[in-house]
């Protein structure tokens, strides 16, 4: 039987990232997913690209990465302190986004759909969506989206809350757990109903 497996935000945590995949131990046949965030706070986004790509994980956009290619786009002069941060950690940012740019707002295997932050709980077609709410919504009308969303029907996988930490409902999992602040790197296999944590090696961003 071929599985899938999702995996929470990682941020250039590519240590925790590639004993996650070791520990899920995947098959030829079977698929990685990625929630987005993948890159930025955390110490090596590079080297985090290229093992997704290595090992042929299929990720969605995160609020990181258009933040990312937003600033990639502006003058020097325009670009604010964390602008600069962000895009002096990518070492190589013409090249990190040739490859972020390429991930779509969302991914649906016909059984989950997989977006980074989540979904807006009036509408019920993805394509009548904010693609800002896609990737940053938590709270409508201030309560969790994931409470309220119409595609309960459906399984939905997100990261982008490490604060709220694991998320588990039967038709919405959460996986961002908060692995760059010193917690874990989270993943969730559907066919197994099982989730995966590692430990991260040390707390690499206060922020």
Known sequence: MSRTFFIGDVHGCVEELAELVEKFSPNASDDIYQVGDLINKGPDTLATLKFVEKHNIKCVMGNHEAKFLLALKKNEAELTPKEHKLLNSAKNPELVAGIVSKFPLWRDTGKVLLLHAGLEPEKSALEEMNSKNILSIRLWNEKPWYEQTAFKERLVIFGHW??????DFPHAK?????????K???????????????AAKRVYCKC
């Open 162 to 167: 490490a604060m709220n930490g694991l998320i």
């Open 174 to 182: 959460g996986l961002d757990t908060g692995c760059v602040y010193g």
């Open 184 to 198: 874990l790197l989270t993943g969730y296999c559907p066919e197994e109903n099982k989730f995966y944590h590692i």
